[in-house]
């Protein structure tokens, strides 16, 4: 299987790279560099080089000043750093965890849920976080974008009940804009679509990414458009993540969280109710709180059934409604999310 983190960077066709293209390229990706930079040599011996070669650490510069100096708990970093945890074999995590073969209707297209087409786009990420239920994809064949986007747009038109498109990765933004748009001028001419969905996490890690072009992209596309962001800590978001998301509000872009639910990062109500207050302070509502994927190298972030529900409950007795994302988890087969 190939990371994602092995597939190049899509290039603008400009004369100079975006300033978001060369915040990627700045990105930490050496474990033990970043180790130096938060003075923690202590954490050197947990290191695992088998983990970081199967799935390459990548983080941005911006995402590493978000974390605490000397404190080897933080929370930002415990998703990214490669770890001897996830060499351990784990009983019930698989390759596959959430079904992703089985609802392949095209190079690149997943179809699990009514009305509803998932673009795997792109396999780049700006950030690999260790827990990614997607970390063993075979992005190098089911790349969405590899043929000019023609057998999905092609699958989405044939198919009149689909009437929302997902992007999905990697990231999708990981893709230069003009890449998008070639996509989105296709999809304009598929008269049964309603809605435009795009799921990323750069708006958080890589708030860069938000730039003129992408405004520019977004503003005058003919659906309502929805970006899921993905923040699982408050401690993701400052004042660079609040201007990004700004912006793209200021186009209509409606803006929803996704989070996992992760021992050691997010596994308090504290935690919990921080990351709802804090992201709705920039404009995201909450969404999901998802249960861990069951993907082979992650078995060290989970959280059992039990315990999030006790933390949902307590979470939903201190926060309005609107601030309790819904807890839920991926079961393959199953025609939506399964609330817990």
């Not at 969404?287 to 078995?299: E, I, N, P, S, T």
Request: charged share 20%.
């Amino acid at each position: 299987m190939i990371p994602a983190a092995s597939l190049p960077l899509q290039p603008e066709p400009a004369h100079s790279a975006p300033r978001w293209q060369q915040a990627w390229r700045d990105a930490v990706r050496d474990p033990m560099a970043l180790l130096a930079q938060l003075r923690l040599p202590e954490l050197a011996a947990r290191l695992s080089p088998q983990a970081a070669a199967q799935f390459q650490m990548r983080v941005p510069q911006g995402f590493v000043a978000r974390m605490r100096v000397g404190d080897a708990a933080d929370p930002l970093l415990r998703q990214v750093l490669p770890l001897d945890d996830e060499m351990r074999p784990a009983h019930g995590f698989s390759l596959d965890a959430v079904g992703d073969a089985a609802a392949r209707s095209g190079a690149g297209v997943l179809q699990k849920y009514n009305g509803r087409a998932l673009l795997v786009a792109t396999g780049s990420c700006a950030i690999n976080c260790r827990y990614c239920f997607r970390r063993h994809f075979p992005y190098a064949e089911e790349t969405a974008a590899r043929d000019g986007w023609r057998e999905a747009v092609d699958l989405i038109a044939a198919d009149t009940s689909v009437e929302e498109v997902l992007l999905s990765g990697g990231d999708p933004l990981s893709l230069a804009t003009h890449k998008l748009a070639e996509l989105t001028a296709a999809l304009i001419r598929v008269p049964h679509l309603k809605r435009l969905r795009i799921h990323s996490r750069l708006p958080i890690v890589l708030p860069e990414r938000v730039d003129q072009a992408l405004l520019d992209w977004l503003a005058p596309l003919p659906w309502p458009v929805t970006l899921v962001v993905h923040a699982n800590h408050a401690n993701e978001f400052d004042a660079q993540v609040d201007r990004a998301l700004a912006r793209l509000r200021g186009v209509g872009v409606t803006l929803l969280n996704q989070a996992v639910l992760l021992r050691g990062v997010n596994d308090s109500v504290q935690a919990l109710t921080d990351l709802s207050e804090r992201g709705f302070a920039a404009g995201v509502l909450p969404y999901y709180l998802h249960q861990l994927d069951r993907v082979q190298g992650v078995a060290h972030f989970e959280v059992d059934d039990d315990t999030a529900r006790a933390l949902h409950r307590a979470l939903a007795a201190r926060l309005s409604g609107y601030l309790v994302p819904r807890l839920v988890r991926e079961i393959q087969g199953d025609t939506g999310k399964r609330p817990l």
